[in-house]
């Protein structure tokens, strides 16, 4: 991973070479070379955000609907620091049949009391070994609007939190294999 920054570090060097030679050694307007050193500044900026994308860094997108957790961290909020607290899921979407697909990613939340409780469950659930599949779910629904259809991103009254996506962890049962038969050779 060092020597792909170091590589990565070294074609921004050229380029900006490059750009001080075509600044210094051409003809050109000062409005192009302008417009140039400017198109380059946000070359560099969305392409290093582009490769911290790649290091492995957790995202903050949103949860799959359904997914498999490998494993959980928990960042507790510190005040001190002005630490917010974040959870940290490592995990891997699932099909219809419970089956995981693709590689595993990490996903960073932000803290609150009920997903940390929840977090802290299912590390303590695959710590001893257990499976967990998770998915997501949004909160509590207002009770005055039972059997209604509502939407699932519709925050309720009072805590701004109620109404945003959470998760929630189902044990995953053990394979139920078939039995065994001992073919006999004749």
């Given at each position: 991973?060092?020597?792909?920054?170091i590589l990565l570090t070294l074609a921004y060097v050229i380029i900006s070479a490059l750009l001080l030679i075509f600044c210094f050694y051409t003809g050109f307007s000062k409005k192009i070379?302008?417009?140039?050193?400017?198109v380059l500044t946000f070359f560099?900026?969305?392409?290093?955000?582009?490769?911290e994308g790649i290091l492995g860094w957790p995202t903050s997108e949103e949860l799959p609907e359904l997914?498999?957790?490998?494993?959980?961290?928990?960042q507790e909020p510190n005040k001190a620091q002005s630490?917010?607290?974040?959870?940290?899921?490592?995990?891997?979407?699932?099909?219809?049949?419970?089956?995981?697909f693709g590689d595993p990613r990490a996903y960073r939340l932000v803290w609150n009391d009920d997903n940390h409780k929840k977090a802290q469950d299912a590390l303590h659930k695959i710590k001893e070994g257990q499976q967990l599949n998770g998915k997501k779910s949004?909160?509590?629904?207002?009770?005055?609007?039972?059997?209604?259809?509502?939407?699932?991103?519709?925050?309720?009254?009072?805590d701004p939190e109620l109404g945003s996506p959470?998760?929630?962890?189902?044990?995953?049962?053990?394979?139920?294999?078939?039995?065994?038969?001992?073919?006999l050779d004749q």
């Amino acid at each position: 991973m060092l020597e792909e920054r170091i590589l990565l570090t070294l074609a921004y060097v050229i380029i900006s070479a490059l750009l001080l030679i075509f600044c210094f050694y051409t003809g050109f307007s000062k409005k192009i070379k302008l417009t140039g050193i400017v198109v380059l500044t946000f070359f560099y900026i969305f392409s290093w955000k582009g490769y911290e994308g790649i290091l492995g860094w957790p995202t903050s997108e949103e949860l799959p609907e359904l997914f498999n957790i490998n494993w959980v961290v928990i960042q507790e909020p510190n005040k001190a620091q002005s630490n917010e607290g974040s959870l940290f899921l490592w995990v891997s979407e699932v099909d219809e049949f419970n089956k995981s697909f693709g590689d595993p990613r990490a996903y960073r939340l932000v803290w609150n009391d009920d997903n940390h409780k929840k977090a802290q469950d299912a590390l303590h659930k695959i710590k001893e070994g257990q499976q967990l599949n998770g998915k997501k779910s949004y909160g509590v629904l207002n009770k005055d609007n039972e059997g209604k259809d509502s939407d699932v991103y519709d925050i309720q009254e009072g805590d701004p939190e109620l109404g945003s996506p959470s998760f929630e962890f189902i044990e995953v049962p053990p394979l139920d294999l078939p039995a065994k038969t001992m073919i006999l050779d004749q």
